[in-house]
């Protein structure tokens, strides 16, 4: 059986429905990040509480995706994925109905346990099906999807938020997620390079101690989760301080700031250019001073240099994940 190469409607077609696949992940795994300010107003809780609302869907995903790569070792590539996203916009929809916030933290980790079907499954799926010719502009289109679901899905709900209400931006993502959703299943292609294998959950715990065992990949590890915790909570609670006195910005404008992540698209892929002639060590650490000082300049009052910070702050981010993400693969 051939692969799915390049030039080709199969390649066209995989291509699209990944990039469908990603943007419906990030969108609703992000939704509610614009929507924090809401909730606190509505449910009478504090930010911190409010932000439970990403860090629970965030904390299951991750659970999650230990175990459901090897359980569509099992299934399947593309049923798991099919099942993923379908299960998690009809939750994203359901979240718009919500009758406390109770509720709406079990809806969030209901849909970070299945959203982890796609992330987990996608990079098999491509690398057993794509010619590894093709492979890397396939695997750029997925992530594209990603950064452009995480992107847009903010700016939406922050329109949609501010001229209705939460409740309808969130059920209007959920709508967009089934579709996108019901688009992934017609256009991707079914597996034919697939062979199931038996769920041995006995090696499986036995390469995860294996992993903890490297001192390396310990460190790799403590550093990715202290870059995504600092950008996910930046971005959680700036919005709390640009909707307050003195700036006053509505939510539209709060979610346009989102698109400050295309400065991230540019770093990831400059520094690692950079890396190859200096080294992952010295760029990485360049690249987290960056991030730190663009957390400092967002103390400041003035709303330009605020803004220049989150840019700043975002471009190292992306910078320093990417590094350190692919020492990890390394």
Request: aromatic fraction near 14%; charge should be positive.
């Amino acid at each position: 059986m051939s692969y799915i190469q390049r030039g080709t409607v199969a390649f066209r077609n995989t291509s699209v429905a990944l990039f469908f696949g990603g943007f419906t992940t990030f969108a609703i795994m992000y939704s509610t990040q614009p929507l924090l300010p809401e909730f606190s107003r509505e449910f009478h809780i504090s930010p911190a509480v409010a932000s439970l609302s990403l860090s629970v869907t965030t904390i299951a995903l991750a659970v999650s995706m230990l175990f459901v790569g090897s359980l569509s070792d099992v299934k399947g590539r593309k049923p798991l994925m099919i099942f993923s996203l379908l299960a998690a916009s009809l939750l994203a929809v359901f979240t718009a109905f919500v009758s406390n916030f109770h509720f709406l933290l079990i809806f969030r980790i209901l849909q970070g346990l299945v959203l982890a079907g796609l992330p987990a499954v996608a990079m098999a799926y491509l690398s057993e099906e794509i010619e590894p010719g093709s492979l890397g502009i396939a695997m750029g289109l997925y992530i594209s999807g990603n950064s452009v679901g995480g992107m847009s899905g903010r700016i939406m709900i922050g329109m949609l938020s501010d001229f209705f209400n939460w409740r309808v931006a969130l059920g209007s993502i959920g709508i967009l997620s089934i579709l996108a959703s019901l688009l992934f299943w017609y256009l991707l292609p079914e597996s034919k390079h697939f062979q199931p294998r038996s769920f041995e959950i006995g090696k499986l715990l036995k390469s995860m101690i294996n992993h903890l065992k490297n001192p390396g990949l310990l460190c790799l590890y403590g550093i990715g989760f202290f870059l995504m915790g600092s950008f996910v909570t930046l971005f959680n609670y700036i919005g709390y301080q640009l909707i307050a006195p003195p700036y006053l910005l509505s939510q539209t404008i709060v979610g346009w700031i989102f698109v400050i992540y295309i400065v991230g698209t540019f770093s990831s892929t400059w520094m690692g250019r950079l890396s190859d002639k200096h080294g992952r060590r010295q760029m990485l650490w360049i690249a987290i001073v960056i991030m730190a000082s663009g957390a400092g300049i967002t103390l400041c009052a003035p709303l330009g240099l605020k803004i220049l910070g989150i840019a700043i702050f975002t471009f190292g981010f992306f910078g320093s994940h990417s590094l350190a993400s692919s020492w990890v693969a390394h």
